[in-house]
């Protein structure tokens, strides 16, 4: 891994890799078994700081917004608070650690070859996945779902199936996180260059009359502000790849002239390349929504390991104990406000705020607090709500807007309710009856959610009584957003840009909808997979 600002003038790759994230990591692993291989990370690297990563510093460093942190922070035109990832190993390095791999009807629909799913599967988990130590808390979650209904009790497994188990962690049992970018050890060290701290603004093309553009140049930035250009070498099967994420892959796509024409004109982008209306289209957000349980005993710290996958396409799942800093939350919201002031000026907005300022005033700087309860969640599968991104700006460095239209769809909203339902049925069971304070009733656990700024929203007094309103009044994202580059319609099933040559998009922009209970496994699958896909189209192609 060199900073970006090592970089020569001018050099030239078999394949150009735009983010060293989730799918990035094991895509470039993988390629560079037989090619020549550049990783452009935006972001810096997780091993400068790794303890940062452990499983205590969760909260704090997903909530961490400086110019340089993990975590970037932007709020969707819903009202949402979000997070991107910036850093190599993506959103493996911020998340929640959980790993599941997707469902066989998943990878049906996808049109994988199963075989080298399963294989791709384990190549991540041989390097980065662990049994979790199972302890109170997430024992009485797990019980308390068995006694909700969600049968059968699965055990320990990593797949996708209906009822109640115990998933995977890519967290060690000291608590060390294992990230995407450890699947680095797999590359070869003489064939793959990683460049930090280099943000791509463009991506060039070559056109020449009727044919097809053409892929051959990428622009990036480093540190210090100065641009390089890095090209592909001089062969037909040599591409630039785009894993920049749902967030980054579809804006800069459109940067680089690969969008709505109408909309790449209003924003000064130029030139067009090609007028692709479905880029920046089809983003969606999972919905989630927490119901927070203080509890009278004292909790371990834990994050996902026991999730319930119900019939109706909800998942539940929980963490306990999490410590939190007061400096760094009020720093967040801090951040929250500017980003606001910045961006929106409608009076509903400043309305909004008020709500954050307020719970700012008794904060006293420099505490930490540990949470001594638990957060119990639903999240919506799919979801059928889709939305769009726009670009702000041409500057790649700012977020582009992006509405996610949470519970826009009926069915949604559905599956939301029976989620919190079955959340309700968890609390009142006997199984977890140990880790909730007698006497309180529920109504007060949804007064509780009501009342903390969780999100932009307007509150409805209803809400206590009425679930469907406290879905929409307390929804929150739970970052498995995808799409903006979808399969069928921006990419072909072999993740080409339709329409363009020497191009391809491998990442979670091109899912339809989130692969089960949380993506990381299947996006990290996915950059084996693809990889492995592509030399073997390489070896064919110089075999003729």
């Known amino acids: 891994m060199k900073d970006a600002t090592l970089a020569p003038k001018l050099a030239r790759f078999d394949y150009i890799i735009i983010g060293g994230g989730t799918a990035g990591c094991a895509l470039a692993a993988t390629l560079s078994q037989n090619a020549n291989v550049l990783v452009l990370e935006r972001g810096g690297s997780p091993y400068d700081n790794p303890t940062a990563s452990d499983i205590g510093n969760f909260a704090n460093t997903l909530l961490s917004n400086t110019p340089n942190s993990w975590s970037q922070l932007f709020v969707s035109e819903d009202g949402v608070y979000n997070t991107r990832p910036r850093v190599l190993g993506g959103g493996s390095v ?45 024992s009485a979650l797990k019980d308390g779902l068995l006694e909700a209904g969600e049968f059968p009790d ?119 390349v090609l007028d692709h209306p479905m880029v920046g289209q089809g983003m969606a957000d999972n919905p989630l929504n927490p119901l927070l349980i203080p509890s009278p005993q004292s909790l371990e710290v834990s994050l996902v390991q026991a999730v319930g996958i119900t019939k109706f396409d909800s998942y539940i799942e929980g963490a306990s104990g999490l410590s939190l800093s007061f400096d760094l939350t009020r720093r967040f919201f801090d951040g929250v406000l500017n980003l606001f002031n910045e961006t929106s000026h409608t009076t509903s907005r400043k309305v909004l705020t008020k709500s954050i300022v307020n719970f700012l005033k008794p904060l006293d700087l420099g505490l930490n607090v540990m949470i001594n309860g638990g ?140 692969p089960g209970t949380n993506p990381q496994a299947t996006v990290m699958m996915l950059g084996r997979y693809m990889g492995q896909k592509i030399l073997r189209e390489r070896a064919a192609f110089h075999e003729k």
């Open 94 to 138: 911020i998340n929640a650690g959980f790993y599941s791999r997707a469902g066989d009807d998943y990878v049906e629909e996808a049109e994988w070859e199963m075989d080298d799913v399963k294989a791709a599967y384990e190549w991540v988990e041989k390097k980065l996945v662990f049994k979790p130590q199972v302890m109170g808390w997430q």
């Open 154 to 272: 699965n055990g320990f497994t990593y797949d996708h199936i209906y009822g109640t188990k115990i998933g995977g962690t890519i967290f060690d049992r000291a608590g060390h996180r294992h990230t995407a970018a450890d699947l680095l050890e797999y590359a070869n060290p003489d064939t793959t260059v990683v460049y930090l701290q280099a943000s791509v603004h463009k991506i060039l093309f070559t056109t020449n009359g009727s044919q097809k553009a053409k892929a051959y140049q990428v622009i990036f930035e480093d540190a210090n502000g100065v641009f390089h250009k890095v090209e592909l070498a001089n062969n037909a099967m040599n591409e630039v790849i785009l894993s920049a994420g749902a967030m980054g892959s579809p804006q800069l796509l459109m940067l680089s002239g690969v969008g709505p024409e109408a909309h790449l004109a209003a924003r000064g982008v130029k030139p067009l």
């Open 375 to 514: 957060i119990i969640i639903q999240k919506v599968d799919g979801p059928a709500s889709r939305g769009h991104m726009e670009l702000r700006n041409s500057n790649p460095h700012d977020n582009p807007s992006v509405t996610f239209n949470y519970y826009q769809e009926p069915e949604d909203l559905n599956k939301c309710v029976e989620g919190v339902e079955t959340i309700i049925k968890v609390i009142i069971s006997k199984a977890f009856s140990k880790y909730k304070y007698p006497g309180v009733t529920v109504r007060e656990l949804l007064g509780l959610m009501l009342g903390l700024p969780t999100n932009l929203r307007p509150r409805h007094l209803s809400s206590v009584f009425d679930l469907k309103q406290f879905c929409i009044d307390t929804v929150m994202t739970i970052w498995h957003y995808h799409g903006g580059c979808q399969v069928g319609r921006v990419v072909d099933k072999n993740y080409n840009v339709i329409g363009i040559d020497a191009l391809r998009v491998i990442d979670g922009s091109t899912f339809l909808k989130s």
